[in-house]
């Protein structure tokens, strides 16, 4: 028998870093809710508004809290299920130092304003060069581990934790490809359309493969350790795995339905996530059928209360999701808060009930000693589980008022509500509500820290836990190998699952996206859509900085109640020089892709300096600083010659004119607002923030109906 020791201590570090990041994340999290309730919670800063702190919060909770946990539960299981202490405790602590690097470089940067804007992915190209190597680093520590393991099969847990990894990986490199301008600024390398889809893709599928395969990895681990009871079903994790891989990335299409992607690709998307129901309940099931003849235990143990209660969140979660994916229910959600509440019971339950658990069951034996208090715990367990309900609960209602109110016609045909501000006004107290149900979850979670801490300080940390277990012999001299289940010959070859888990993942992909970007005919042509000029580029820019896409959609949808409401609806021709895409996934403003020429120039620069003089009782922040900060001309040249080399058709040489030709647009709107008596600099960067504004949506010229049915009539 071979005497090692598995590394605790490293389990511990991400253990810590969870409970601290999902601090901060939560933190963050309750003032972005009270801010759409509260203007005034803006704080008056260009670094806390909403726009600029709602990705800060999607990033702390998703890569720094359940990344953090991700690791803590890998680390811990791997090692035990390998029977092997981990591959390398150099790359273990590179892993760790390097993805708290990641977190912190995030911290800074998006509330600076450096972001890509794409939901998800937004830290700019150096953070994601960082990403990748960390990555690389944890993938060549697990893979190490798995490489030296003395158990030749391997566990469902790792097969999932293989998917993640590679995954991930496929993810992060396609989606984050892009050119650099400077340091902190870049342009994708897809524009419109092509990087919606790609984006989406990108974007579903990092909940399905960051939020979710990994997760379910943990599941089979600790809650079979938890219960006392092996996995209820072999069979079914079998099925569970291969079918959830393999459909969950097709369905990233159905966050862009009723847009301007082509129809056959929505389609796909709706199909799939349909489907996914049968695999995502299989996991549900199995994880629950688990506790049979441990109920009686459920109700004595926090640990298996947290793990219910996440896994019927995660059945809930996977249910409502395909659901929204049918066409006529997305049609009164999309855009919606309902959005929102699905994906935080996903969140909020799954997620975070489960690393509640995690942590709960890992600490006594970190530190040898019972928990302090299940008294705590199960306080935890109930502030926590009613926090959920205050959160969802209102969110629905709000989703459900957005979705009917912006539908809405009256006897006479007309809009009920044309004025898309009373229906934001209609929704504050759900606001409140979602912040308070916050801050009830967030309460129970400082119940776990005391509790956490508590424990630790009763007891000592096993940092080196000895273990023993016999040589793996090599594959070509095990005569059992191939005994058993047909599944035994992949499951227990590493690289052959690492392979067939790829190429499962990488059909859904390549089917979506290849004939989208090499069919020409899915984006058709307009010949009127011309590039920004340079300062309306400027401009972009600055919309992107300010995370306005947060809460303004451009993508108007061809239902009646929007072209009512906004205009012609967008066509897919008319975002191929949009690099990033901002169609936005949520309208807590209009949308504003038919905004240009709608308002005089007053209008947007009263606007942005106070909202309420524009739009009485708006929950929209003022952005006073855009009237001071100068317009920064410094990488415009570069700009230029960056989207020259991506395809957008500036002409020869406009690199070197582009400042002079921007200067003459601004002092024009500058001239322009000193005749409706307002006084303001050219070079200030309102003036290029109008200049974007005035010409979305404007490429493109529909006639009215009275006009078109006249020359129709002459004809």
Known sequence: MDTFFYDNRIVRDFGVATVFWGVAGMLVGILAAFQLALPDANLGSAYTTFGRIRPLHTNAVIFAFVGNGIFMGVYYSLQRLCKTPMYSKALSKIHFWGWQLVILSALISLPMGFTTSKEYAELEWPIDILITVIWVVFGWNMFGTIARRRERHLYVGIWFYIATFLTVAVLHLVNSAALPVSFMKSYSAYAGVQDALVQWWYGHNAVAFFLTTPYLGLMYYFLPKAAGRPVYSYRLSIIHFWSLIFIYIWAGPHHLLYTSLPDWAQ??????????????????????????????????????????????AYGMATFEGPMLSLKNVNAIAHFTDWIVAHVHVGALGWNGFLTFAMLYWLWPRLYRTPLYSKKLANAHFLIGTLGILFYAIP?????????????????????????????????????????????????????????????????????????????????????????????????????????????????????????????????????????????????????????????????????????????????????????????????????????????????????????????????????????????????????????????????????????????????????????????????????????????????????????????????
């Open 267 to 312: 389609s796909l998307g709706v199909a799939f996530s349909i489907m996914l129901i049968a695999p995502s309940w299989g996991g549900m099931i199995n994880g629950l059928l688990t506790l049979r003849g441990a109920w009686d235990k459920v109700r004595e143990e926090p640990v298996l209360k947290f793990l219910v209660v996440a896994i019927t």
């Open 395 to 715: 969110m629905y209602w709000a989703g459900f008022t957005q979705g009917l109110m912006w539908k809405q016609f009256n006897a006479e045909g007309m809009l009920q509500y044309p004025n898309f501000l009373e229906t934001v006004l209609q929704i504050v107290p759900m606001y409140y509500l979602r912040g308070i149900g916050g801050i009830m979850y967030l309460s129970g979670v400082f119940l776990m820290v005391y509790n956490l801490w508590k424990t630790a300080k009763a007891g000592t940390l096993l940092a080196e836990e000895k273990a023993t277990a016999a040589p793996l012999l090599p594959a070509s001299e095990d005569p059992h190998i191939n005994d058993g289940h047909w599944h035994r010959w992949i499951e227990r070859r590493p690289f052959q699952l690492a392979v067939w888990a790829t190429v499962a993942i990488a059909i859904g992909g390549a089917v979506e996206m290849v004939p989208t970007f090499l069919i020409k005919s899915n984006v058709p042509t307009i010949a009127a859509v011309q590039p920004y000029s340079a300062l309306e580029l400027q401009g972009r820019d600055l919309y992107i900085k300010e995370g306005c896409s947060n809460c303004h959609t451009q993508m108007v949808r061809p239902f009646r109640s929007e072209t009512e409401r906004y205009g012609e609806y967008s066509k897919a021709g008319e975002f191929v020089y949009d690099r990033p895409f901002l169609w936005g996934s949520k309208r807590t403003g209009p949308d504003l892709h038919r905004v240009g020429g709608k308002y005089p120039h007053s209008w947007h620069y009263n606007h942005m300096l106070d909202p309420t003089s524009m739009s009485p009782g708006s929950i929209m922040p003022p952005y006073p600083w855009l009237f001071d900060n100068q317009i920064d001309y410094s990488t415009l040249a570069t700009k230029i010659r960056v989207l020259q080399q991506l395809g957008t058709p500036y002409r020869a040489g406009y690199d070197k004119d582009a400042e002079a030709d921007a200067r003459r647009q601004a002092d024009q709107i500058a001239a322009d607002l000193k005749k409706e008596d307002i006084d303001v600099k050219s070079d200030r960067e309102i003036i290029a923030l109008i200049a974007y504004l005035q010409r979305l949506g404007t490429d493109i010229k529909v006639k009215p109906e009275a006009e078109t049915a006249a020359a129709t009539a002459a004809q």
